[in-house]
């Protein structure tokens, strides 16, 4: 049966202040008592800041980079996304119940909602950030091809929405802030997508020593080619096209889309590029976390 007038392109509803798909502000409490377990690492990311890309290399890492058993499952039943419940369709909570040790966990929310479960148990974690104005675009393309976010309207119209925290999991600006200020106090190791793609390799081996895990050279060179875009946009496990084509229409914008940095120049007009810049300041001064928007 078609479900789309029930659960796609619906308006997003607040959580505490941060917009959200509307049946996971029905089913809040769920989340908020989400019971995170002393080994799972938790994944991190303002969305379409490279979720995807880090939680592959993760699970390659966790699997010792055999690349056959990373195909046993698409990537977000591998890595499920926590907070995603939409009834009949999707309830990330009850996914992890049954999910044995140690598991690999996604989540979109910003600090201030994170259920208190992952700080009480002291979780590892992994957040990964992407430059504003990469991100803006990335997202724009993507709810056009993922259903469960309401129409974006015109870029235009995105961008004012996005500048405003408009969107799915609120401000970005508030998000990489948020993150930043934690990892002060708790086992967070901070990526950039930027770094990730200057320089693979480095960022694994990053990940390989927060997780106290040390891999053979030739295993660590298999999973930099397993998690290349490239191979991963071929990679039917990794590229969300096992996904419902009712949630996602790959042929409006593919999940795996260019994977670059400095995308948002074929997209900003100068003007749109100058008020985001002024904006841009006032918002991030406040804060000693820097970006890249081009490498
Ligand atoms: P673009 O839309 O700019 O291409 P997320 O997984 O957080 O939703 O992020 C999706 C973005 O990461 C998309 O960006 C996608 O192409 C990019 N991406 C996914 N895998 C990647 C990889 N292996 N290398 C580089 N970028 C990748």
């Known amino acids: 049966m078609d479900k789309q007038p029930d659960i796609f392109r619906r308006p997003l509803v607040d959580v505490q202040g941060i917009p959200v798909f509307w049946s996971m502000a029905e089913e809040w409490s769920q989340v908020e008592s989400f019971e995170a377990r002393p080994d799972d690492l938790l994944i991190a990311t303002y969305p379409k800041s490279g979720t ?36 009949g369709f999707s309830n990330g909570v009850e996914e992890l119940k049954v999910m044995p040790s140690p598991r690999l966990v996604k989540t979109h929310l910003p600090v201030q909602l994170l259920p208190s479960s992952f700080w009480k148990n002291n979780c590892k974690m992994v ?52 993150w930043w ?7 967070i190791l901070y990526l950039f997508y930027e770094d990730m793609k200057e320089d693979p390799k480095r960022e694994i081996h990053k990940l390989l020593k927060f997780l106290e895990r040390d891999l053979p050279e030739e295993v660590v060179n298999k999973i930099l080619y397993h998690s290349s875009f490239d191979v991963m946009k071929k990679n039917p496990s990794a590229n969300y096209t096992t ?53």
């Open 52 to 87: 995807t890309w880090v939680s592959e290399i993760l699970d390659l890492i966790y699997n010792s980079g055999d690349a056959e058993k990373c195909k046993r499952d698409a990537i977000y039943n591998r890595v499920p996304f926590m907070e995603l419940i939409v009834p």
């Open 127 to 178: 957040y990964v950030a992407r430059n504003a104005k990469d991100v803006a675009v990335s997202y724009y393309y993507f709810y056009q091809m993922a259903k469960l976010h309401p129409e974006p309207g015109t870029w235009q119209e995105f961008l004012d929405k996005f500048m405003t925290g408009r969107v799915a999991f609120g401000s970005w600006y508030d998000h990489v802030k948020g």
């Open 181 to 187: 200020e934690k990892k002060k106090d708790y086992r």
């Open 243 to 295: 996904a419902p084509k009712s949630d996602m229409d790959h042929s409006v914008s593919p999940f795996m889309r260019k994977g670059i940095s400095g995308d948002w120049k074929n997209q900003f007009t100068v003007a749109q590029y100058e008020r985001f810049e002024e904006d841009y300041e006032k918002k991030m001064k406040s804060s000693t976390v820097k970006f890249r928007s081009e490498i």
